[in-house]
């Protein structure tokens, strides 16, 4: 009998090794990358991320210490300053009446007591509201502050005070921004654009808006009051600069030296100088206006200027007020004589 040898086939013999061997263990490991790239650019994030701890902004230096190097600058500097990013911004807004407070008293301590702010209306008394309001007392007692100015927009009774210091407060104001909206005419010589009698333009009516809108923002943020102040010194000094280069003019004037200018503060305006007397009622009288100072006059007797009390306008709610009361007083007599009769 012949026996039949059958080959292996490749599958038979993988087995047979396979059932020979040892079982297989998993010893592969994760490569280590190793990139100069990616070396680069861990050591610039580790050392941005070390920068960052190390150096502080200017917001973690202690309030205190932050409002007294904000009471240093301009109010102009200030706005600018707030302009940087949304934390300084909301920080100078939170602290907005301590920081101008701090800057009026370091460099506007004068100018603050000739031009005060008007009482807004919801800050006076209630009980003096409707006579304030009354048509009969504001064509009696202030037809001619109420009369439309050229430069000056007519204030909203219901928004602030209509009493005569009010107003006075409140012409005045806007008679600052248009004095110094008119700075450059004055210094280059070239004649202000005269309104006609009786005319209100397009051009002017948009200009008296909008120095009225900065005198609004001044009644309810006190960094905008020391803005105007700012900028009234400003135009101060540069009038009287101008008016003593001028041989021709021989006026009394303040003295006012280089460094009274550089300084930026008006403390050479606590010198003897020329008083204020009268408002000027038209844009004619900026050629000759130098230091505008109303509210204020010289006492021979102290040598020193006497100021309009700060008191001035509670006793002006009480007459007000006093004067409401003889009203009904005598309507109601009135009253009283129709039924005797």
Not at 49 to 61: C, G, I, N, P, R
Not at 256 to 272: C, G, I, K, Y
Not at 310 to 328: I, L, M, S
Request: charged letters at 25%; glycine letters at 2%.
């Amino acid at each position: 009998m012949t026996i039949t040898k059958v080959p292996l086939t490749k599958a038979v013999m993988r087995k047979e090794i396979w059932a020979d061997d040892e079982p297989l263990v998993d010893t592969t490991a994760s490569l280590l990358l190793r990139s100069k790239r990616l070396e680069r650019l861990q050591k610039k994030r580790h050392q941005k991320e070390v920068a960052s701890k190390q150096h502080a902004t200017f917001l973690d230096l202690p309030s205190e210490l932050i409002l007294d190097i904000l009471s240093l600058l301009r109010p102009s500097d200030i706005f600018t300053l707030s302009q940087v990013n949304h934390g300084l911004q909301n920080f100078i807004l939170k602290d907005a009446s301590r920081i101008a407070g701090a800057v009026i008293a370091e460099r506007y301590s004068i100018l603050t007591r000739c031009f005060p702010l008007p009482v807004l209306l919801k800050n006076v008394d209630k009980e003096a509201h409707s006579a304030l309001l009354d048509d009969e007392r504001q064509a009696t007692h202030l037809q001619i502050h109420k009369k439309p100015y050229q430069h000056v927009q007519t204030p909203d009774p219901r928004t602030i005070c209509t009493y005569l210091t009010c107003m006075l407060a409140w012409n005045n104001l806007c008679l600052l921004v248009d004095f110094a909206h008119w700075q450059q005419n004055l210094e280059q010589g070239e004649p202000i654009p005269m309104v006609p009698r009786g005319k209100n333009p397009k051009w002017n009516q948009k200009l008296i808006s909008a120095n009225a809108t900065v005198v609004q923002k001044a009644l309810y943020n006190t960094l905008w009051y020391a803005r105007i102040l700012e900028q009234h010194l400003k135009s101060t000094t540069g009038s009287i600069r101008r008016h003593g280069n001028n041989a021709g003019n021989k006026r009394r004037r303040f003295r006012m030296t280089v460094q009274d200018a550089a300084a930026e503060n008006d403390a050479f305006l606590s010198r003897s100088g020329p008083p204020s007397m009268d408002f000027p009622f038209h844009r004619d009288s900026y050629y000759m206006l130098e230091a505008y100072l109303p509210n204020r006059g010289w006492n021979s007797e102290v040598s020193g200027w006497v100021y309009m009390p700060v008191t001035q306008h509670d006793r002006d709610v009480e007459f007000v007020k006093a004067w409401a009361k003889r009203r009904r007083e005598v309507a109601a007599e009135a009253e009283e004589l129709k039924e005797v009769l």
